[in-house]
């Protein structure tokens, strides 16, 4: 089988080489696509190098998988392309997400929903992914009326440049170029992608919209603020929920642990609970704090911890790929 990695120079698209090696995916030839500036090059993958091409010479060769972490214009644009020449297509960047004829797909939650008539199916935001698959089980079983939700995020999530900033003001030295409006070392933004008319930044409507599809009910109530920390490993979230039906703590402790990818860490009296330092390259989503609200009927607080470079984005992405393969829709 004939595998596209579109990006596979960056931060993501180096992690999906990784996680798609560490699974054993059946890649027969590696086609890695990146920009101009990058074709030429050699990535390595399962003890190989393999040469960086651009995306019509990818397209060109007809693979049978691509899998996208580039951006949301770029995907536009070479998406349909790949589709058209009988590929399908993972995709990491948020412009699909939200297309009602696209799927948006977390593997443990709704993996069902893939078809043969899905050519292009989209990986859901990072800071989504780790907030829903713990969720998932409470929903079907108490059902969710409100999530509230505060992420701190890590630079990760910017990529390669991003960090860079980091180290260099941790230095002492004036980053170039600059990422971030503002300093990130010692300091917190409370600004996650662009602004909206609304007063949220599109990253917090990511979540807002991404969760109703994930899970399939419109009629969650969902507000979120996001914010960047000066975090190199992985994302953590507060999060408030209020359920339609009564329960207890055992229960949603036991409901999230049933969950597969869902690691319980819960114990404060021995200093327990989920921390982004310890989070960082494994794929599982961690989650601890867990904790009744008391100033609601049905209410509960817990704290949740991924590594936002492997669950949120690549894992992800390659278990919908492996996805696709159980059902029949790659060649085996």
């Given amino acids: 089988m004939k595998v596209a990695v579109v990006g596979a120079t960056g931060l993501v698209g180096t992690r999906m080489l990784e996680v798609l090696q560490e ?7 590696l086609i890695p696509v990146a920009s101009a500036k990058s074709v030429g090059r050699t990535v390595r993958f399962a003890g190989k190098d393999w040469p960086v091409v651009d995306a019509d010479t990818a397209i060109a060769a007809r693979p049978a998988l691509a ?6 214009s770029v995907s536009a644009e070479l ?14 960047s948020s412009y699909w997400r939200m297309d009602p004829g696209k799927k948006l797909v977390v593997p443990e939650i709704n993996g069902d929903v893939l078809t043969a008539d899905d050519w292009i199916i989209a990986n859901p ?17 108490l059902g969710i009326k409100r999530i509230v939700v505060s992420t701190y995020q890590s630079v990760t999530g910017t990529g390669y440049k991003a960090i860079a900033q ?62 960047r920390v000066p975090v190199q490993g992985g994302h953590s979230e507060s999060i408030n929920i209020e359920t339609r039906k009564p329960f207890t703590i055992e229960q949603v402790r036991g409901l999230m642990a049933s969950e597969p990818g869902v690691v319980v860490q819960d114990d404060p009296s021995r200093n327990i609970y989920p921390m982004p330092l310890y989070a ?21 607080n817990f704290w949740c911890v ?14 919908i790929a492996q996805l696709l393969l159980e059902k029949g829709l790659l060649p085996a």
């Fill in 67 to 72: 899998i996208f972490s580039a951006g949301g």
């Fill in 79 to 92: 998406a349909p392309r790949f589709a058209a020449a009988g590929c399908r297509v993972v995709d990491n």
């Fill in 125 to 141: 935001n990072c800071s989504t992914i780790q907030m829903v698959l713990p969720l998932d089980p409470i929903h079907k079983v």
């Fill in 166 to 227: 980091m180290n260099a003001e941790r230095a002492g030295k004036v980053p170039d170029p600059q990422v971030y409006p503002y300093p990130i070392d010692q300091n917190i933004l409370p600004h996650i992608d662009v602004f909206m008319d609304n007063g949220y930044t599109k990253e917090e409507m990511k979540m807002v919209n991404e969760t109703k599809k994930i899970l399939r009910d419109e009629g969650i109530a969902v507000t979120a603020t996001t914010v």
């Fill in 23 to 29: 699974r054993n995916f059946p890649v027969d030839e």
């Fill in 306 to 319: 991924s590594d936002n470079i492997r669950k949120g984005a690549a894992t992800n992405a390659v278990q």
């Fill in 280 to 300: 960082w390259g494994k794929d599982e989503v961690f989650v601890g704090r867990i904790r009744r609200d008391f100033t609601v009927e049905n209410g509960f």
